[in-house]
């Protein structure tokens, strides 16, 4: 497929449809408090059945109708991805589309070890892993389930030895994992690997989000740039989500995700696809259209394509700019885990 055959699709704000969330499972080896809390996603909680999930071929059959309508690039995402047996099968469809310019997990690390190379062979070019410590009892605290980060270290040493392109991502909450955001910075920084410090978002309605939990970007990096200077770095590409900077002398970059001080509601390119298959046009949406309905009851590509394309044409999201302390707390929005981050 040629660029141009490809549809620039826009919604309601002029903003071009360029990037794909695919979450390809909801479940999660980790409890993080930010995102599947322990209290409410226990030994019962009820997650979806496999008939429930889309199957590869689905999820390769959307991911070319949304190509063909302007995506370049799909980030798969959970849950915990590495947690879906066929994820390598999937990789290898998706890497065979033509126009589909990247692809990349996001992961908490801890099954790189055993599926970096498998990805990387059928097609994956880089991995966004998750990991908010280095500290090992606030990394225990704060994943839920009392794991180390020993594991976490060793999948992305596995990712970097596959080939994989590597960046780490740190949701900070205050009075949790604040006093880690300098020795990350330092760390990673002498490993050469890029890192993404996230705010706290009130993402779902499970995880007690509060503006006093939200460490700011600027708090975060005055505290990096008193122990390094930074310079800042030219976006990439319209939609890019992170502010990045590069440490003074050195070609390491650190970024900061401020969708609660500094949103970036205005060039977001992003849709969702939920593991059920309900497509969603925004990180904090309430509710979203099933795609799965509709494929599996004989739509057909070009029909997909059409619906695909009349959401997105009414899309107006702009969450992060409205955002109020009441709307953050009471109203209903889709849990991370479901949606993908």
Same mark, same amino acid.
């Given at each position: 497929? =040629?660029?141009?055959?490809?549809?620039?699709?826009?919604?309601?704000?002029?903003?071009?449809?360029?990037?794909?969330?695919?979450?390809?499972?909801?479940?999660?080896?980790?409890?993080?408090?930010?995102?599947?809390?322990?209290?409410?996603?226990?030994?019962?909680?009820?997650?979806?059945?496999?008939?429930?999930?889309?199957?590869?071929?689905? *999820?390769?059959?959307?991911?070319?109708?949304?190509?063909?309508?302007?995506?370049?690039?799909?980030?798969?995402?959970?849950?915990?991805?590495?947690?879906?047996?066929?994820?390598?099968?999937?990789?290898?469809?998706?890497?065979?589309?033509?126009?589909?310019?990247?692809?990349?997990?996001?992961?908490?690390?801890?099954?790189?070890?055993? !599926?970096?190379?498998?990805?990387?062979?059928?097609?994956? @070019?880089?991995?966004?892993?998750?990991?908010?410590?280095?500290?090992?009892?606030?990394?225990?605290?704060?994943?839920?389930?009392?794991? +180390? /980060?020993?594991?976490?270290?060793? +999948?992305?040493?596995?990712?970097?030895?596959? +080939?994989? =392109?590597?960046? /780490?991502? *740190?949701?900070?909450?205050?009075? !949790?994992?604040?006093?880690?955001?300098?020795?990350?910075?330092?760390?990673? @920084?002498?490993?050469?690997?890029?890192?993404?410090?996230?705010?706290?978002?009130?993402?779902?309605?499970?995880?007690? !989000?509060?503006?006093?939990?939200?460490?700011?970007?600027?708090? *975060?990096?005055?505290?990096?740039?008193?122990?390094?200077?930074?310079?800042?770095?030219?976006?990439?590409?319209?939609?890019?989500?992170?502010?990045?900077?590069?440490?003074?002398?050195?070609? /390491?970059?650190?970024?900061?995700?401020?969708?609660?001080?500094?949103?970036?509601?205005?060039?977001?390119?992003?849709?969702?696809?939920?593991?059920?298959?309900?497509?969603?046009?925004?990180?904090?949406?309430?509710?979203? /259209?099933?795609? @799965?309905?509709?494929?599996?009851?004989?739509?057909?590509?070009?029909?997909?394509?059409?619906?695909?394309?009349?959401?997105?044409?009414?899309?107006?999201?702009?969450?992060?700019?409205?955002?109020?302390?009441?709307?953050?707390?009471?109203?209903?929005?889709?849990?991370?885990?479901?949606?993908? +981050?």
């Amino acid at each position: 497929m =040629g660029e141009r055959n490809r549809t620039n699709v826009m919604d309601r704000l002029s903003r071009p449809l360029r990037d794909l969330r695919l979450s390809v499972i909801d479940q999660c080896n980790f409890r993080c408090v930010y995102c599947m809390p322990a209290d409410v996603f226990g030994p019962n909680f009820r997650f979806l059945a496999e008939g429930e999930l889309l199957t590869v071929e689905e *999820m390769a059959l959307l991911s070319e109708c949304f190509v063909e309508l302007g995506v370049e690039k799909i980030r798969l995402t959970g849950g915990e991805p590495l947690l879906r047996r066929d994820l390598d099968a999937l990789v290898a469809r998706l890497s065979a589309i033509p126009g589909l310019r990247d692809i990349g997990l996001t992961t908490n690390g801890v099954h790189l070890v055993k !599926w970096a190379q498998r990805l990387k062979e059928a097609g994956l @070019k880089r991995v966004n892993v998750s990991l908010d410590a280095l500290d090992d009892d606030i990394f225990r605290k704060m994943n839920g389930i009392g794991i +180390g /980060v020993a594991p976490v270290l060793k +999948g992305i040493e596995a990712a970097r030895a596959a +080939g994989l =392109g590597v960046k /780490v991502n *740190m949701v900070v909450k205050n009075g !949790w994992n604040d006093s880690q955001i300098v020795p990350m910075a330092a760390y990673f @920084k002498e490993q050469g690997i890029p890192l993404r410090l996230i705010e706290f978002m009130d993402v779902g309605t499970t995880n007690g !989000w509060d503006y006093s939990h939200v460490v700011t970007k600027k708090e *975060m990096y005055e505290q990096i740039n008193a122990m390094h200077p930074l310079e800042p770095v030219e976006k990439a590409y319209f939609g890019e989500v992170a502010s990045r900077y590069r440490y003074v002398g050195t070609e /390491v970059e650190v970024g900061f995700i401020a969708s609660v001080t500094e949103t970036f509601c205005r060039s977001c390119t992003r849709a969702r696809i939920s593991a059920d298959g309900k497509l969603y046009t925004c990180l904090f949406a309430s509710k979203g /259209v099933s795609l @799965k309905d509709n494929l599996r009851a004989g739509a057909t590509k070009e029909e997909l394509k059409s619906l695909i394309t009349a959401v997105w044409n009414q899309r107006t999201d702009r969450y992060s700019e409205e955002r109020t302390e009441e709307t953050a707390k009471q109203r209903k929005k889709i849990e991370m885990s479901y949606i993908g +981050g």
